[in-house]
DNA sequence: CATGAATGAGCGTTCATTCAT
DNA sequence: GATGAATGAACGCTCATTCAT
């Protein structure tokens, strides 16, 4: 029995130590750039170890996706833990998702990248359904803070999935702008600056 | 003559083509991910032909990227004329971007996608220099009005740039997230109804 | 009348451009990287027009050659023009050779890397047996001098046409090693006493 | 184990049968007008392998090059190995240098070119000096037997280096000569013979 | 289970040559 | 006669994937 375990065991640090050299790569380098011998040189191991681990490359970039955004999901539950009132439940979600981005940045870039990105054929069905009920999840923490809002009659009636989208879409979009190639050069704030002031005129403007 | 005048229509007509062939095959799988003998077999031009209108991969799509910016500055032109009020301006920049996006997908996407991929190298420096100020004009659009906001003491004071990118951040990553691959299925509102919102929300959020 | 000797003429004069302007970009850059274009930019001529002088690269090359070797005989007969010893047509005409390489190391080049070069196929017979006549022209000047040297009984009793062989690839290999690479950085000697020192020791190994 | 060990054995047999084939090739075509792919045909190995045991087309080329020089300087130590007297000696290394014609012309040609291709780029450091220092092995065994020959004042005092690069040119270019496409037609004297010669030539020519 | 040699299709790019004008 | 746009085969090289060991 315990032999079997073991294996079990090194099994999963052996993928964990796959997808975090990936990581490192993907980022860097982007999905195309990055080769599979590149990664398997990295963990130190061959190439056919990687296949054994992943389909292909699709589901090893995806995989690592997924880690990400259960990351995130457990940064947003911790957010809104012990918060009470919609304001600062939003505010808050909104800083740990900033915060995920500087923790994470590989993992918040090959997210995006994900969805607008050349991956999606090559995976299989499960996996992309898996993403799908995460990002479901994260939208939850923001949609279920808009809804008590609503519900005291704080903002203006609506579907709080979709002013979640609202929020959720701004914050993104403000961070990849950022992160420009070329736009950070006449910018004078500083990201952290970019994030308090948009949070400020969203929850401004949610409120009736 | 007339045969050089031909002549020179003639490339121009063909330029055109190339770039709207590889629009599209860029726009559906970006980048990496799309051949310059695709590009060619779209056309129906040999691969080689390719290299007399681009000196590259790179330049060709870099060129599609200028002819997008500077078409969605002239749409950003008109939207301000004859506009006075900065909220005017600002929700008709927000339309016309939003109309932008409808009319011209590939451009919307390949725009984006410059900004965070691996292109800038191999490109000429004319070129680089080109779409540095066409991004730059762009937000002027923007910035403008929110200044005029400002001057005017109905925006909390505050530098007008910095405004400026949150806004275009929060429009662009609103209408990507709405874009992405799998999140429309549960989004119960149109994308357009999620515009709306998010231009009475940002705007709200910006009056004192 | 006059209108037809016109054209010749200017036939003639285009066709030495073309070959003045091809024999700096072979010399430089050797048969393979040197391209048609560039030729034709360089005596700003089009591509299309290359192929009405020359009926192939491998042909315009072979003519530079054959050029080259016209006027290498040309220098030979003036070196040998006048003196009246075998010992002092040889010298002479070695240190012609030598000048020879001087004055027109592209031609000198090309003139070798004919012989074992890539090009022999795709030209005509025609000009093939025009550049083996010059070669025997060039060995006669030499043989000629030594089958003096024998009919006075200061050379051993040979062959001449063989013994120019020897004289004519002795000068030319020590030239071309002197040339290489890497061998001149310890080679204390220039390459003009290294010429006159093998003239020394042919001549010297030649006589009885 | 002995799984390992075989592994390495077979690589090297591999190794050894792609340098044999590209032997050929480089020959026959020269370096630019030879193909990786005509080198992968001729093993019967993909494109592919052949990049796993060479860098690329340059160091494969360069590789074969050592291996000739190598053999040379086996040779030349041969010929030198017993004998005492210089003029021994350098009749020795001619001959042998002679033989090492007729055994690896491909070698012999190989060798010839890199002095004077465009081939020095995208080696590596390391290749490039091991080539350098075999290459002045070689002379090294010439310039020995000279500066004996000076040393017991049979020989005119001069720099050693700079006659041995004199007899090694001689010998080089007059077999070039030989194998020129077009001489050997009237050349009536076999190869050997011409070698015979010139060796008597020039030990004549450099003795007091 | 892990390896790494081998594959072969594909990449971006170049270029000698042709041919309609 | 001269042009230059177009071709298409070929180039060196990469890389995801497979499979015998």
């Known amino acids: 029995m315990g032999i079997n375990e073991r294996r079990v065991r090194e099994r999963k640090i052996r993928r964990k130590k796959i997808l975090e050299a990936a990581k ?21 191991l061959s190439k056919g170890t990687l ?9 090893l ?7 990400g955004m259960a990351l995130l999901n457990t940064e947003f539950a911790k957010a809104v ?8 439940k939003l505010r808050s979600i909104g800083w740990a998702y900033y915060q995920f981005f500087l923790d994470h940045q590989p993992f918040f870039h090959i997210n995006f ?10 995976i299989s069905d499960d996996l992309f359904q898996k993403c ?20 005291i009659n704080e903002i203006h009636d609506d579907d709080p999935m979709s002013v979640a989208i609202v ?15 070329d736009h950070r050069k006449f910018i004078p704030d500083s990201l952290e600056k ?12 949610l409120k009736k």
Request: negative net charge; proline residues 0%.
């Open 61 to 67: 970039y995806t995989s690592l996706l997924l880690e």
């Open 24 to 44: 490192v790569l993907f980022f860097e380098q982007g999905f195309s750039a990055t080769s599979m011998n590149q990664i398997a040189r990295k963990v130190e």
């Open 113 to 122: 990248q994900f969805h607008h990105g050349e991956i999606t054929k090559n």
């Open 167 to 181: 929020l959720w879409g701004s914050l993104t979009g403000i961070i990849l702008l950022h992160e420009g190639k």
């Open 81 to 88: 833990a012990g918060k009470t009132i919609w304001v600062e």
């Open 194 to 205: 970019l994030i308090e002031k948009s949070i400020d005129i969203l929850i401004q403007g």
């Open 51 to 59: 296949y054994l681990y992943f389909k292909n490359k699709e589901e």
């Open 132 to 151: 799908y009920a995460s990002g479901v999840h994260s939208l939850n923490y923001i949609s279920n803070a808009v809804a008590e809002g609503m519900s």
